[in-house]
């Protein structure tokens, strides 16, 4: 599998042609990349009711897991063709975490090069989640096995 950075972004462009986004236009699609070498494409799929929209990033997630993966989540790229530097919203920064603090985010500029930056970045103070955890009694090797 190629892991080029411009390569993950095509596939994310890729997947933002099948996205469904007839209110908001704004069409996104993502390519989540495991250390296995697998990657997995997801897209915006929006709903009248403007809250059960999901986006692009969690949609690639969740064709991950529903195909084994639950670690190893090495980076994501997101690709808009309606704007440059589509960086994931909260939620899907919070869903990315969840799987790895680790990942690189990776994002287009208006130049059309790849920008990297790591989900700790975007989402500082995430150690947070870990205390919430052990308050849940849930360690790693069951968020991950
Ligand atoms: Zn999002």
């Keep these: 599998m190629n892991k080029d950075p411009i390569h993950l972004l095509e596939l ?3 997947a933002a042609k099948k ?17 296995d070498g697998s990657v997995y494409t ?13 986006c692009a990033e969690r949609s690639a997630i969740s064709a991950a897991v529903a195909n084994g993966e639950h670690g190893g989540l ?7 063709p309606d704007s440059e530097l589509c960086f994931p919203c909260g939620a899907c920064r919070q869903w990315i975490i969840e799987f790895s603090d680790n990942a690189k985010i ?7 090069k790849p920008v990297e930056v790591s989900i700790k ?3 500082p103070n995430a150690e947070f989640m870990q205390n919430v955890r052990q308050v849940l009694q849930v360690n790693n090797n069951e968020l991950h096995p």
């Design 42 to 54: 997801g897209c915006n799929v929006e709903n009248v009711s403007y809250g059960l929209t999901i």
């Design 106 to 112: 990776i994002v287009q500029d208006k130049t059309g």
């Design 74 to 80: 090495v980076a994501i790229a997101i690709f808009s």
């Design 19 to 35: 996205a469904y986004a007839p209110y908001s236009k704004f069409r996104v699609g993502a390519c989540a990349l495991y250390e």
């Design 121 to 123: 970045e975007l989402l």
């Design 12 to 14: 994310a462009s890729e």
